[in-house]
């Protein structure tokens, strides 16, 4: 949702911004074997967003991308509330992703994403596809942490990272320089996610980390 947002391609004016989160959310969900449909950009109107709610009875999962946070053009959560989805949470201790919420209405579901893309992305493997699975958990592995890790503070956070077996078959994993959450270009190279519980220690270069696995090992 958002009338600052314009098909790939467009020209942008000032304060516009390609409409990415489709086409990036739409390869995620595919190989996760769910079939998106594209129900098109919402204006920021209670009336905009109930049209494509009520134009979609029958889908398993709605799955809105932004208007979620606390401004006055943020009606996501009020619009599925009025079309009759009850709220399971509103917001998660999780970096990215903090605004990620769930709703429910008899066998419907709709799980909230932010607007920023990397973080859709994040909260897309860590939500959605146990989702999709039948709530099915993420499964977590041990690796070695190859540089010298901060401690993530309050909340529960997920670093992209590149993850790689040594010579003696040893998994070695590198957190992304930058992890701002407007950034997507980590995940060019990104095949994991290390989990930082929140306020956990600093971790040294060569501690063991737990990471969720995004893609194959190379």
Same mark, same amino acid.
């Given at each position: 949702?958002?009338?600052?947002?314009?098909?790939?391609?467009?020209?942008?004016?000032?304060?516009?911004?390609? /409409?990415?989160?489709?086409?990036?959310?739409?390869?995620?969900?595919?190989?996760?074997?769910?079939?998106?449909?594209?129900?098109?950009?919402?204006?920021?109107?209670?009336?905009?967003?109930?049209?494509?709610?009520?134009?979609?009875?029958?889908?398993?999962?709605?799955?809105?991308?932004?208007?979620?946070?606390?401004?006055?053009?943020?009606?996501?959560? @009020?619009?599925?509330?009025?079309?009759?989805?009850? @709220? $399971?949470?509103?917001?998660i201790?999780?970096?990215?992703?903090?605004?990620?919420?769930?709703?429910?209405?008899?066998?419907?579901?709709?799980?909230?994403? @932010?607007?920023?893309?990397?973080?859709?992305?994040?909260?897309?493997h860590?939500?959605?596809?146990?989702?999709?699975?039948?709530?099915?958990?993420?499964?977590?592995? /041990?690796?070695?942490? $190859?540089?010298?890790?901060?401690? @993530?503070?309050?909340?529960?956070?997920?670093?992209?990272?590149?993850?790689?077996?040594?010579?003696?078959?040893?998994?070695?994993?590198?957190?992304?320089? /930058?992890?701002?959450?407007?950034?997507?270009?980590?995940?060019?190279?990104? /095949?994991?996610?290390?989990?930082?519980?929140?306020?956990?220690?600093?971790?040294a270069?060569g501690?063991?980390?737990?990471?969720?696995?995004?893609?194959?090992?190379?």
């Amino acid at each position: 949702s958002g009338d600052e947002l314009h098909a790939p391609g467009s020209t942008l004016e000032p304060g516009q911004i390609v /409409n990415s989160n489709p086409e990036g959310l739409g390869a995620l969900i595919r190989p996760w074997g769910a079939d998106p449909i594209d129900m098109g950009v919402a204006e920021d109107t209670m009336d905009s967003i109930r049209a494509r709610i009520d134009a979609a009875p029958d889908v398993d999962i709605f799955l809105p991308v932004g208007g979620a946070s606390v401004g006055d053009h943020d009606l996501m959560r @009020p619009a599925f509330a009025e079309a009759g989805f009850t @709220p $399971v949470f509103e917001k998660i201790a999780v970096k990215p992703g903090k605004p990620t919420w769930f709703s429910t209405r008899g066998d419907g579901r709709v799980l909230g994403l @932010p607007g920023n893309p990397a973080s859709a992305f994040v909260c897309a493997h860590l939500f959605l596809k146990p989702l999709i699975d039948g709530g099915m958990r993420c499964s977590l592995v /041990n690796a070695r942490s $190859v540089s010298a890790l901060p401690g @993530p503070g309050r909340r529960e956070t997920y670093l992209r990272a590149h993850v790689h077996a040594d010579t003696e078959g040893l998994l070695r994993v590198e957190a992304a320089i /930058n992890q701002d959450s407007s950034l997507i270009r980590p995940f060019l190279t990104a /095949n994991a996610l290390i989990r930082r519980l929140a306020d956990a220690p600093a971790v040294a270069a060569g501690d063991p980390v737990q990471v969720l696995m995004i893609a194959p090992l190379e």
